[in-house]
């Protein structure tokens, strides 16, 4: 069992920006993959980006060139770093561990509002 805690969710204007966290209860290089899913008011759930054991990573179009995924093995943390942020940015933010076997274990979400 993995679990997953986020952090760095908050209230930014547009053109700001957030870095948000996620701290694993085990080693991230044990860890097939690791991503940020996002879901905002009325809509479902979306991958945002995702990386992978050997470092591979993948972006949703809609954030590419602004968002970077990134991980710190010693921490066992993965982070987002999310720049030019817009209103459509606004979503529930899930960090997704994917350990293999079709277990995936998720966070319990952070919060991240693009307003002015």
């Known amino acids: 069992q993995v679990q997953l805690v986020e952090s760095g969710g908050g209230l930014v204007q547009p053109g700001g920006s957030l870095r948000l966290s996620c701290a694993a209860s085990?080693?991230?290089?044990?860890?097939?993959?690791m991503g940020w899913y996002r879901q905002a008011p009325g809509k479902q759930r979306g991958l945002v980006a995702t990386i992978t054991r050997g470092g591979s990573t993948s972006y949703a179009d809609s954030v590419k060139g602004r968002f970077t995924i990134s991980r710190d093995n010693a921490k066992n943390t993965v982070y987002l770093q999310m720049l030019s942020l817009k209103p459509e940015d606004t979503a529930v933010y899930y960090c997704?561990?994917?350990?293999?076997?079709?277990?995936?274990?998720w966070g319990q979400g952070t919060q991240v509002t693009v307003s002015s």
């Open positions: 085990l080693s991230v290089i044990s860890i097939n993959s």
């Open positions: 997704i561990a994917r350990v293999g076997g079709g277990n995936d274990y």
